[in-house]
C-alpha cells in the first residue's frame, strides 16, 4: 500500500504544479467548429466540473486543482473498482 500512496502524492504534486499551465484556448474539435460555424446547443446537465473547475470555489487555481484531484480520485476509484470486479470473476472460473 505504501508504494500507491507515494505514486498519489506524485501525481497530486504534478497537478498542483502543472495546473496553472492548462490550457484556457480551446481543443482542436471547439476550434473547428467555431471555424465552420457550428453552435453548440444548450446542454441538459453542465456536468460537476464544467471547464475543469468546481463551480462552488472562486479562485480560478484552487478550483482547477481541487477539480482535477477530484477527477484523479475519480479515475482512481473506478480502476479499482473494476480490477476487483474483473478479479473475482476470474477466481470463479
Do not use: H
Not at 467555431?34 to 487555481?61: H, K
Not at 478550483?63 to 477527477?71: K, N, V, Y
Request: proline share 5%; glycine share 8%; aromatic share 10%.
Amino acid at each position: 500500500m505504501k508504494g500507491y500512496l507515494k505514486i498519489l502524492i506524485i501525481i497530486l504534486l504534478c497537478l498542483a504544479v502543472l495546473i496553472p499551465f492548462a490550457s484556457e484556448f480551446p481543443d482542436g474539435l471547439e476550434t473547428v467548429a467555431e471555424t465552420l460555424g457550428v453552435e453548440e446547443s444548450a446542454s441538459v446537465w453542465e456536468g460537476l466540473m464544467p471547464d475543469y473547475q468546481l463551480p462552488i470555489i472562486d479562485n480560478p487555481y484552487i478550483s482547477t486543482l481541487a477539480a482535477g484531484i477530484f477527477g484523479v480520485f475519480l479515475v482512481f476509484c473506478a480502476t479499482f473498482i473494476l480490477g476487483i470486479a474483473i478479479s473475482k470473476k476470474a477466481k470463479n472460473k
